[in-house]
């Protein structure tokens, strides 16, 4: 089994977002990037399913050389090879071709990503690998396991799960529940600075969105503290100033 | 050229996030001097279907076949896009459930479209077909300009009101034809809690963290979520020690909510978990510590010890009831 688990490097959560350039650029000045914790995820499931030899697992990136770290860090939890497709990701459309270009290229069985990434948080990258190499694609997973060829998926949906079954390739993004980030050891560490990291260039395609401008969001005025034994006053106001129930 | 609306229906219902969806396609197709059409999948009564009418549908495509009758992403992604191109349809709009969250980019792909996902208002056309949407988990927004000829949007459920708008609906059955090689996911089973309000799209939102001390202490959670008819929501030490289930994990890694209320209780305000419930309406906190950060970002607070308070918030409640 081949696997192909998509990275994206993003913002460390602790991140506070703000921009520049009259608000059209993110402020990358003194961020840390991670692994988006997703795609941990998806990629400690991917590791477990080919544990004891059944399988390989790839992660692929599309970025500039300023990901390898983040690349390094995916090949340190376990990951065997890792590519990346040198190009600034534009939008979803076009990193989502990248990848299939070289899944198709490279007959993966399955590609795992993250829900999404959490940084433009588009959830849009999984589903459109999906329809580039038209085969299935399950969106937002919390539980996979694979039967010889045939998975076995829980999808999330409003309220509750739905299980489905998948035989052949496919493409699912993946959630908590999926699997425990693993974290890399000092074995993995060292072993990932001599893992192959293969680099190949981008192929043509325009982007079909970009982002023109970044708002944050309006700060809220300073808290009403009412005290602890005075709940009617707080119901009193939910009611008539904040008019929610 | 025309708008496209899909409305997903649950057990052959369309919830208040597909009115939602109409609304805001509509309010698009009246920008833009065109009409309205809705593709609705699966077994859906006519009486449902000319719900659609009421807020500004005045065509109805029904695919109704045995073969759709359970969701399949790429299929139904397929039937949408026929849908799409039969309307000569240049904008798509599907709200942003985890349904849709699966459909929207195939869809986009197949019609060559550029796609927001997460839309929280109107597009606006000057300087380019712009729409403002979310991004870094609620830390802010993004204005996203798309430079395709075809336009995908998937609305976030409680960003756009539902507004009606009453026109005359006709509805016709709609049969594309579908490939095997798209109906290769079987459904085996639906788990859904049909008691429960279901957490993105909810109103209102009672959410407790690691302060409520252990799973056997959320009786009063759920008591004050029914009252309100709210959802039940929780921090991420919550339900990494299982005493709440994942799906009601909120924050950076879990659910991005944007109720009208939101109430967190025994939550300290951390940066993640806040990344998700901060586009929020209106935020109540109850923390027994007066520096937990929460407070910084609420609009209500008491400071005080939840054991007490909840009960006491409960009991103001059900006297205001009656
Ligand atoms: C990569 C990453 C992603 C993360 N993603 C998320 C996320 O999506 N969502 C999320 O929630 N967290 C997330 N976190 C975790 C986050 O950093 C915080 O650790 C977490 O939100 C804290 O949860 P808490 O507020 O329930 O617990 P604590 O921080 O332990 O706070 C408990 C609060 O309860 C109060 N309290 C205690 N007893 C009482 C009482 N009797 N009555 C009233 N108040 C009381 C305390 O004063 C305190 O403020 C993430 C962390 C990382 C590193
Ligand atoms: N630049 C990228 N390189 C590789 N994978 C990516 C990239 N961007 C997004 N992904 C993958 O797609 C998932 C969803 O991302 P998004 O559609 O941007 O929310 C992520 O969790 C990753 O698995």
Redesign the interface.
């Known amino acids: 089994m081949k696997i192909l688990v998509c990275i994206s490097n993003v913002p460390d959560t602790t991140t506070k977002i703000t921009f520049t350039s009259d608000n059209t650029q993110f402020n990358t000045a003194g961020v840390q990037y991670i692994v988006n914790p997703y795609d941990e995820i998806a990629l400690s499931r991917a590791i477990e399913l080919c544990e004891g030899g059944k399988g390989t697992v790839t992660v692929i990136n599309v970025g500039e050389s300023s990901t390898e770290p983040t690349i390094r860090k995916a090949l340190a939890i376990g990951a065997d090879d890792a590519v990346r497709v040198n190009a600034v990701p534009r939008d979803a459309y076009f990193v989502a071709y990248q990848i299939a270009q070289y899944a198709k290229a490279n007959d993966y069985d399955m590609i795992l990503c993250g829900r999404e990434s959490i940084d433009y948080n588009g959830s849009q990258v999984a589903a459109m690998i999906g329809e580039f190499l038209d085969i299935p694609s399950i969106s937002i997973i919390k539980k996979l396991d694979m039967d010889g060829n045939t998975a076995t998926i829980e999808r999330e949906i409003e309220g509750g799960k739905e299980v489905v079954t998948v035989t052949g390739k496919f493409v699912a993004s993946c959630a908590e529940g999926t699997a425990e980030p693993k974290i890399p050891n000092m074995r993995g560490i060292m072993s990932a600075r001599t893992k192959p990291l293969q680099v190949i260039e981008a192929e043509q395609i325009d982007e079909l969105s970009k982002v023109s401008k970044f708002e944050t969001p309006a700060p809220r005025g300073s808290v009403k503290l009412i005290p602890a034994d005075n709940a009617g006053e707080l119901i009193n106001l939910l009611h008539t100033e904040a008019k929610v129930i | 050229m025309s708008v496209l609306v899909y409305v997903e229906q649950?057990d052959g219902k369309f919830?208040k996030s597909v009115y939602e969806a109409v609304s805001y396609a509509k309010a698009i197709a009246d920008n833009q001097n065109t009409n309205l059409t809705a593709v609705s999948i699966g077994n859906v009564a006519d009486s449902e279907l000319n719900e659609l009418g009421k807020y500004g549908t005045s065509k109805v495509l029904s695919v109704n076949t045995d073969q759709l009758k359970q969701?399949v992403?790429?299929a139904y992604?397929a039937v949408i896009a026929e849908a799409a191109k039969k309307e000569n349809a240049d904008i798509v709009v599907l709200s942003n459930?985890?349904?849709g969250?699966?459909?929207?980019?195939?869809i986009?792909?197949?019609l060559?479209?550029?796609?927001?996902?997460?839309a929280v208002e109107l597009p606006t056309t000057e300087?380019?077909f712009?729409v403002?949407?979310?991004?870094?988990?609620?830390?802010?927004?993004?204005?996203?300009?798309?430079?395709?000829a075809n336009k995908v949007i998937a609305l976030n459920p409680n960003a756009f009101g539902v507004k009606e708008n009453p026109v005359s609906i006709s509805v016709e059955a709609f049969t594309p034809e579908v490939k095997a090689?798209d109906l290769?996911?079987?459904?085996?089973?639906?788990?859904?809690?049909?008691n429960?309000?279901?957490?993105?799209?909810a109103e209102?939102v009672v959410s407790g963290g690691r302060g409520l001390k252990g799973p056997e202490n959320w009786g009063m959670v759920e008591e004050l979520a029914d009252l309100?008819g709210a959802a039940t929501a929780c921090s991420k030490p919550v339900?990494d020690a299982d005493w709440r289930p994942?799906?009601e994990?909120v924050g950076?890694?879990?659910i991005?909510i944007s109720p009208?209320?939101y109430i967190a209780i025994g939550i300290s305000g951390a940066?993640?978990h806040l990344?998700g419930v901060?586009?929020s309406?209106?935020?109540?906190?109850i923390n027994k510590d007066p520096e937990a950060p929460f407070?910084?970002?609420?609009?209500?607070?008491?400071?005080?010890?939840a054991f007490?308070?909840v009960p006491?918030?409960i009991?103001?409640?059900k006297?205001?009831k009656a």
């Open positions: 649950v919830k969701f992403n790429q992604a459930s985890f349904s969250k699966g459909l929207a980019p195939r986009a792909v197949k060559k479209a550029g796609l927001i996902d997460g300087g380019g712009s403002k949407k979310t991004a870094f988990s609620g830390k802010a927004f993004a204005i996203t300009t798309l430079t395709s090689t290769s996911t079987i459904v085996k089973e639906i788990v859904r809690a049909t429960k309000v279901s957490l993105p799209d209102i309100l339900s994942h799906s994990h950076q890694t879990g991005a009208n209320l940066i993640q990344a901060s586009s309406k209106v935020i109540v906190v407070f910084k970002v609420a609009d209500y607070g008491i400071v005080g010890d007490e308070v006491k918030v009991e103001a409640l006297a205001y």
